[in-house]
């Protein structure tokens, strides 16, 4: 089996985003839906839906505290030997002749 030839692809580099932003817009929106909630009182089936934004909140917190730790500490260091990539089917070896 021969392999088939592709074009090259270049390497994908990872988007630049600003994840702070987006963790604290997801923040805001987790306490307006508390607010909301709080004011409309849902019944007593509903009211883990006031847990869910707590929660929801909580983890916003979370992830914009380790993200701006992330940032703290600087860019990941790539290294310099290339790394190739893992196939599923490992290459056929010939097998032994059998006597």
């Given at each position: 089996?021969?392999?088939?030839?592709?074009?090259?692809?270049?390497?994908?580099?990872?988007?630049?985003?600003n994840d702070t932003a987006t963790i604290l817009v997801g923040t805001a929106l987790w306490a307006i839906a508390l607010l909301v909630l709080l004011i409309a009182?849902?019944?007593?089936?509903?009211?883990?839906?006031?847990?869910?934004?707590?929660?929801?909140?909580?983890?916003?917190?979370?992830?914009?505290?380790?993200?701006?730790?992330?940032?703290?500490?600087?860019?990941?260091?790539?290294?310099?030997?290339?790394?190739?990539?893992?196939?599923?089917?490992?290459?056929?070896?010939?097998?032994?002749?059998?006597?």
């Amino acid at each position: 089996m021969e392999p088939v030839n592709q074009p090259h692809r270049p390497e994908l580099r990872p988007l630049q985003t600003n994840d702070t932003a987006t963790i604290l817009v997801g923040t805001a929106l987790w306490a307006i839906a508390l607010l909301v909630l709080l004011i409309a009182q849902p019944d007593a089936g509903h009211r883990w839906w006031i847990w869910t934004c707590v929660s929801g909140i909580c983890g916003g917190l979370f992830g914009l505290w380790f993200v701006r730790r992330r940032d703290r500490r600087g860019p990941a260091t790539a290294s310099e030997e290339a790394v190739e990539p893992a196939t599923a089917i490992p290459p056929v070896s010939p097998a032994p002749p059998t006597p």
